[in-house]
């Protein structure tokens, strides 16, 4: 095969992110005739390794796991969990774990790198960990939980490593509620990126969070306990220290082993040789990612494994795609502190010139890196403030075009120079995306926004850092093209959300049909009904189901349930602060059984009851109401859950009632209606169990008072939230996440969480602050009388639904037949509970038709 003679059968070993982008390129060239099998060593889809810490505060498997829609492509075969053990270059085959044999035109080695563990005794102790999968993180997790039931008390860890992963994994133990510390053999942290002085700042940082640093410290030995566990680490000092837990983080190792069986040639040092095509000395092999070693170097990033991924693809149809070499710069947010390299960040150029701008009290360092003539911009090292990074990183290797202190100013640095790009420019890093391909997105493709140019050119896809830029360019070329840059909500509406708000309130209209008339025009679509039909319940007040707001609302708020994928409905009470009483237990379990419903528990605490039929959802109601209960509004863009621990009352490490804050949160903000659903958490103590900073707004109990964390998220794009305020007493917490929500609510975007919001806010959280602490727009009071009257004019939508008797007509199967129930709902038994049938389980006349209590219909 040559390299126009596309492959009909390409073979993937290593279900990793840098194949995940592999197939996605591969895909987007090939035609029909093309199939692709990855076979991969690991259990699970490809996921996030960047984001793998997340998994500790709350995300699951299915939160990291990358775009679905990439091996569910009928050209793509996945063989998870089945490891290749063999290649047999002469019969162009591999063989897997479980003697599956499959051929291939073209293999692609993207079998990844693997943590080492430092050839000490003990090293291998049950208590020792890497950081490295999923699965690595999961075990650790259970040894925590488990050792601090045995030990009765808090644990203690070590992480050796004080590089990128070592400050990732210090953090989880933090998570976890071990108190962590870095072992790192050299002078300081991040060594291979940043200079001392960085690296010293960034130490100073890291102990601010409680976490001790000991550099210059090289682990000789790893001691047991008497049953065999970790139980302390001997330094080359002959000191001692004790730990209960080890987490190693010392580097890692190309996963080449496959490569040299199969004699392909490889580095002394590790890694299959390629050249800048991706192919190895094998014509029909090529290698990508942490397992290639190109100029005699593997490098751990996901950039430089994305930017092969493509030049991979290309190549293999017909394109002249060469790999540039390693970009290493990186941008990452290391237990709460902004750190950024790129470029020679070590200033490793013959007569290179520094500029630095360092404040040791605000803990922020920034360095510049110079040609000798102080003209061209080599590189740079942030620390404590990377609010530049994006605007200069693209700048590497061209003139910096203006004083460089200018870019170091403590304001939060200059404007970024997008407009001075040129078109060769690397804007995005990890998808090889150049400032004029940004362009050609916005004039060639048509691209109107920098969400349609993200979607275009990926740009700003993966780790998110240059996105700002992108935003820049695009609305830069739109401009010049004449193009207004569009904030609007719809093509019914030409304001913003936020200039809707502002509208609505100064215009005191209330009904959509008067806002559409006054501000819009044509009869709106769905995205602006139920948007505005979300301001109006804020400002208005009145219920979801009431006169023409009825009409606007999405299909879960129009039936106050989420509609589930067979049509059916679930049903989720409101429980504030996980709090439930063994009555409220029995009736929610008669209910459920009932009315033949599927029960589990959500990760926010309370009881989810699934299959309900559109008609038997008012009596449902009616019965859980009667018994007390209210609304969970799980189908709403509204307060869902406030989780929290036992807190003081029960757990001995409580240091305040997080129950008692937990329940007065949650009975203040439900039924507040916002751009996207709202969390919250209170941990009531450093432990953190409730994983508040997980959430939107995160509250934890210290012995000065409560802490409040902003900005958290889970989902596709996990966010850590953000410390707000520290030290508050009940009252001041409480106001100041009403403010808080309230500020969110009038200006976020639609759909946009509190994360991004914060974002994109100015200032940041800094700005935030102002706002809402300062009052520097004068606006606090407003925000609280705002949430004063949302707290006054609260009601159960369920309890006043059940009162009105013409809300009710519409919870009908059928106009002419109320009662009679869907017929297209079919269900079979598993686990002594029930759920939908498949559609073989259709076919097979077997399941129970029309509803989970009535006898099975063969």
């Known amino acids: 095969m040559t390299e126009t003679s596309p492959p009909h059968r390409v073979v993937v070993v290593g279900a990793s992110m840098v194949a995940h982008r592999f197939v996605e390129s591969l895909l987007a060239r090939a035609d029909t005739a093309t199939t692709v099998t990855v076979i991969g060593e690991e259990p699970h889809r490809p996921y996030d390794r960047v984001a793998l810490t997340s998994f500790l505060s709350g995300a ?72 490295r999968t999923i699965d690595d993180l999961s075990s650790l997790r259970e040894y925590v939980a488990e050792r ?98 080890v987490v190693f983080t010392v580097g890692v190792r190309p996963n080449d082993a496959l490569a040299r069986e199969a004699q392909l040639a490889c580095e002394s040092d590790g890694g299959v040789r390629i ?105 740079g090292i942030f620390v404590g403030d990377a609010a530049s990074y994006g605007a200069l990183r693209p700048l590497v290797g061209r003139p910096l075009g203006a004083d460089p202190a200018a870019y170091l100013l403590p304001s939060g640095g200059m404007e970024a120079p997008a407009g001075e790009l040129p078109d060769e420019a690397i804007v995005c890093s990890c998808s ?40 820049k360019i695009t609305a830069q070329e739109l401009t010049a093209l004449g193009k207004s840059v569009s904030s609007a909500l719809c093509e019914h509406f030409d304001l913003s ?43 208005v007040g009145e219920h979801v189901l009431d006169g023409e707001s009825a009409a606007l609302q999405d299909t879960n708020d129009h039936v106050m349930a989420n509609m589930q994928k067979d049509g059916s409905y679930s049903v989720v ?28 528990l959500t990760g926010g ?93 995160g509250v934890i109990a210290t012995e000065n008072g409560w802490n409040l964390y902003v900005g958290g998220n889970g989902g596709f794009t996990p966010r850590h939230a953000q410390l707000l305020a520290e030290g508050l007493d009940d009252d001041a917490l409480i106001r100041t996440i009403d403010r808080y929500f309230m500020y969110y609510i009038r200006t976020a975007d639609r759909l946009q969480r509190t994360a991004p919001w914060l974002a994109d806010l100015d200032g940041g959280l800094d700005g935030l602050r102002e706002v809402i602490i300062d009052d520097s727009l004068g606006i606090a009071g407003d925000l609280d009388d705002a949430m004063a009257r949302h707290v006054d004019a609260y009601e159960d939508e369920w309890a006043a639904t059940l009162k009105d008797p013409d809300k009710l007509t519409r919870f009908h199967s059928f106009v002419n037949a109320p009662t009679t129930p869907d017929p297209s709902l079919a269900y079979v038994a598993e686990r002594g509970q029930v759920r939908p049938a498949s559609d073989e389980e259709r076919q097979s006349g077997s399941v129970m038709i029309a509803g989970t209590t009535l006898e099975v219909r063969q």
């Not at 679905?68 to 897997?96: E, N, Y």
């Not at 209330?510 to 995205?527: K, N, Q, Y």
């Not at 699934?610 to 799980?634: K, T």
């Open 60 to 131: 699951t498997p299915d939160d990291l796991t990358l775009d679905r829609s990439v091996f569910d492509d009928h050209r793509v075969d996945l063989l998870a969990g089945d490891p290749v053990i063999r290649i047999d270059r002469g019969a162009a085959t591999v063989l897997t774990a479980s003697r599956a044999t499959v051929p291939y035109d073209t293999l692609v080695l993207a079998t990844g790198s693997s943590a080492a563990r430092p050839a000490v005794e003990g090293a291998d102790l049950p208590g020792c960990f890497v950081y």
């Open 497 to 539: 959300r936020r200039q809707l708000y502002d509208a609505i309130v100064v215009s005191r209209e209330t009904t959509f049909s008067g806002i559409l008339e006054r501000f819009g025009r044509g009869r709106g679509c769905d995205v602006c009904k139920p948007t505005i039909a979300s301001i109006l319940h804020g400002l």
């Open 275 to 379: 050249d800048d095509t991706c192919r190895t000395s094998d014509e029909r092999i090529l290698a990508i990612g942490e397992v290639a070693a190109f100029d005699g170097r593997c490098v751990g990033l996901v950039a430089p494994g994305y930017a092969m991924a493509e030049v991979a693809a290309d190549r293999l149809f017909g394109g002249s795609a060469t790999f540039p070499g390693y970009d290493d710069s990186a941008k990452l947010k290391l237990s709460g502190v902004d750190v950024a390299s790129f470029g020679d960040a070590l200033a490793t150029a013959p007569d290179a010139l520094d500029v630095v701008y360092t404040d040791p009290v605000g803990g922020v360092y920034k360095k510049l890196v110079l040609s000798d003539d102080a003209s061209t911009l080599l590189g």
């Open 148 to 245: 601090e039931r045995q030990l009765g008390r808090p644990l203690t860890g070590k992480v050796i490593g004080g590089g990128l992963l070592g400050l990732e994994a210090v953090g989880a133990l933090q998570e976890l509620g071990v108190d962590g510390a870095v072992v790192h053999s050299g002078t300081h942290l991040m060594s291979a990126q940043l200079d001392r002085a960085g690296g010293d700042v960034l130490g100073r940082l890291i102990e601010r969070r409680d976490i001790t640093v000991r550099t210059s410290t090289r682990t000789t030995r790893i001691d047991a306990d008497r049953t065999g566990r970790v139980a302390g680490l001997e330094f080359h000092d002959g000191s001692r220290e004790p730990t209960d837990v």
């Open 573 to 600: 009470p409101r429980m504030p602060g996980g709090e439930v009483t063994p009555d409220g237990l029995v009736v929610i379990g008669e209910v459920a059984r009932d009315f033949g419903l599927y029960t589990k």
């Open 432 to 471: 090889s995306v150049t400032a004029g391909r940004i362009r050609s997105a916005v004039h060639e493709d048509g691209c109107a926004d920098a969400g349609e140019v993200k979607a275009c050119t990926k740009a700003g896809a993966t780790c998110g850092s240059c996105f700002a830029m992108v935003k």
């Open 605 to 697: 605490q309370r009881i989810d009851m699934f299959g309900a039929r559109l008609e038997q959802l008012p009596d449902i109601w009616r019965r859980l109401v009667e018994a007390g209960f209210e609304s969970g509004q799980a189908y709403g863009k509204s307060l869902r859950t406030v989780k929290s621990c036992v807190g003081s009352t029960w757990c001995r490490y409580g240091v305040l009632d997080a129950v008692g804050m937990a329940v007065r949160l949650e009975l203040r903000y439900r039924g507040l209606r916002s751009p996207h659903k709202l969390k919250l958490g209170v941990s009531g103590c450093a432990r953190e169990c409730a994983e508040a900073r997980s959430k939107d707004a």
